[in-house]
């Protein structure tokens, strides 16, 4: 199970998904100043930006842990190659769902807290955890390979016999 490099790649994609589940992954400053900061399952504003209360970003939380899951569901089916090349694709998918849904969120923030000091320049800094979805999303490409790879050399196999 641990010998093939796939069951590394899901396992790397698990500890990445898991650092930037309980990471801050952004926050936004004004003349220098840290005024809104955000995480996967809250958003906290500070100082005159704090009138504005929003909804968490919990759909960013519930991608994660989907990922994770299906991530450690694709670690133990290692025998069944096929559904766990589903599953990393699934898994893939939601990876690319919470890239999108990160992007929005940064940008509905901006444009609300925008609205609370229209005078004052805003601007908006990712946290270095933030790169791990999109790390996540190469190493799951890569584990898709090494299944495709697997399947490949198995079905060889059964050819000779």
Known sequence: ???????????????????????????????????????????????AYSAY????????????IIVILLSLLSIMLF???MRQLRLVIISNIM?????????????????????VQPSAPLSFHIRFATLF??????LNGLAIHGIRKDEALVRSLDRLR
Request: aromatic share 20%.
């Open 79 to 81: 025998r069944k190659r």
């Open 133 to 138: 979805p999109v790390l996540c999303f190469i």
């Open 53 to 64: 209360s929003s909804v968490g970003p919990y759909a960013l939380g519930v991608l994660l």
């Open 95 to 115: 990876l690319f769902g919470y890239i999108a849904t990160y992007i929005l969120f940064a940008y509905f923030y901006n444009e609300n807290l925008q609205l």
């Open 1 to 47: 199970m641990i010998q093939r490099i796939q069951t590394v790649y899901l396992l790397l994609v698990v500890i990445l998904s898991f650092v930037c589940l309980v990471s801050q992954i952004g926050y936004y400053t004004s003349n220098d100043e840290t005024v809104a900061s955000f995480s996967n399952f809250a958003f906290s504003s500070f100082g």
